[in-house]
Nanobody, 115 residues
Framework: QVQPVESGGGLVQAGGSLRLSCAAS????????MGWFRQAPGKQRELVAT???????YYAEFVKGRFTISSDKAKNTVYLQMNSLKPEDTAVYYC?????????WGQGTQVTVSS
């Protein structure tokens, strides 16, 4: 079992920045990929960004150039730096950890961007 725990959400004005963190605990060896998803009210959960154990990153088109994903292997933590936030970025952001074919989710952290 892997337990991801998110932090860093909050309320910010459009154009502002936030940094999300996700610390993974439990059976953290052999983690393959860590990433962020988000879910806005009435919408499906969607992929935001991922980072592999080798440092390869992937970004959804709608965050390219604005968000940056990074990780600290020593702390088993993944970060999402969000800049130039827009009201449409408002959502619950979930951390996801993939390990040995299993997928683990955090409880989510609310990000609200006011116009």
């Amino acid at each position: 079992q892997v337990q991801p725990v998110e932090s860093g959400g909050g309320l910010v004005q459009a154009g502002g920045s936030l940094r999300l963190s996700c610390a993974a605990s439990g059976s953290i060896f052999s983690i393959n990929v860590m990433g962020w998803f988000r879910q806005a009210p009435g919408k499906q959960r969607e992929l935001v960004a991922t980072i592999s154990n080798f440092g390869n990153t992937y970004y959804a088109e709608f965050v390219k150039g604005r968000f940056t994903i990074s990780s600290d292997k020593a702390k088993n933590t993944v970060y999402l730096q969000m800049n130039s936030l827009k009201p449409e970025d408002t959502a619950v952001y979930y951390c996801n950890v993939k390990r040995s074919g299993y997928s683990y989710w955090g409880q989510g952290t609310q990000v609200t961007v006011s116009s």
